[in-house]
């Protein structure tokens, strides 16, 4: 099975830096998924580390530490438009979700 | 087709009914997850098929819940007699590797509600 936590809900300026911070518990991990969802919307695949160490990606980031079952996702100068649920996820095949992090972006 | 498809987007049932919900997946997409997200809760894992075959379907609730892809292309999730704790949105999800990571592309959704 899987233990996956996140933090809830989580504000944040427009313009700033964001973390967003993962741990999990898992059998037979390979690799953790982050994906966003917008209010209303279907989940949308941002990235996936099976490394440990940090993979960069324009403004967004991801981190993995596979010894530690530990994972973030670090969003840059960020814009209005990133007010969205980011869904943690351990799998390779089979991919199974955390309830998400709701971030809000104010002015 | 260019995106998965679901169908339909919207379904009241009244309680004790029989519903189905399809999913048109991506051409050539061999993986294919169903999804039951509850307002304000991440997906939850229902069943996922490679090709025709149910790998697993640890994640169904109840035996009134049922997927089957029987040509390894259109799938269709029912659920028997409907309970109000069943609604939510039915995700669907597609992905083509049949090994290695699978980057899911996810559908609209159906969202059920039962009365």
């Known amino acids: 099975g899987q233990n996956i936590d996140q933090p809830t809900e989580m504000t944040a300026t427009e313009g700033a830096i964001v973390q967003i911070n993962c741990t999990y518990q898992?059998?037979?991990?390979?690799?953790l998924f982050w994906y966003q969802q917008h209010a209303g919307e279907a989940p949308t695949f941002l990235s996936y580390?099976?490394?440990?160490g940090l993979e960069e990606k324009g403004r967004f980031s991801s981190f993995l530490s596979r010894s530690k079952g530990y994972s973030y996702l670090l969003l840059k100068e960020l814009q209005m438009k990133d007010s969205a649920s980011y869904l943690c996820?351990?799998?390779?095949?089979?991919?199974?979700f955390g309830t998400g992090t709701k971030l809000q972006v104010i002015p | 087709g260019a995106g998965v498809s679901q169908s339909p987007r919207y379904k009241v049932a009244k309680r004790g009914q029989d519903v189905a919900l399809r999913c048109d997946p991506i051409?050539?997409?061999?993986?294919l997850f169903w999804y039951q997200q509850a307002l304000g809760q991440g997906p939850e894992f229902l069943t996922y098929?490679?090709?025709?075959?149910?790998?697993?379907k640890s994640g169904l609730p109840s035996d009134r819940f049922f997927a089957e892809r029987p040509e390894g292309s259109v799938s269709t999730l029912k659920i028997q007699r409907t309970q109000q704790e069943d609604s939510a949105v039915y995700l669907c999800?597609?992905?083509?590797?049949?090994?290695?990571?699978?980057?899911?592309?996810f559908g609209a959704g159906s969202r059920l509600t039962v009365l």
């Open positions: 580390n099976v490394l440990d």
């Open positions: 996820a351990p799998g390779y095949q089979k991919v199974t």
């Open positions: 051409s050539g997409h061999v993986s």
């Open positions: 898992t059998s037979g991990f390979n690799g």
């Open positions: 098929f490679q090709n025709e075959a149910q790998l697993d």
């Open positions: 999800a597609s992905s083509f590797p049949a090994s290695g990571a699978n980057v899911l592309t």
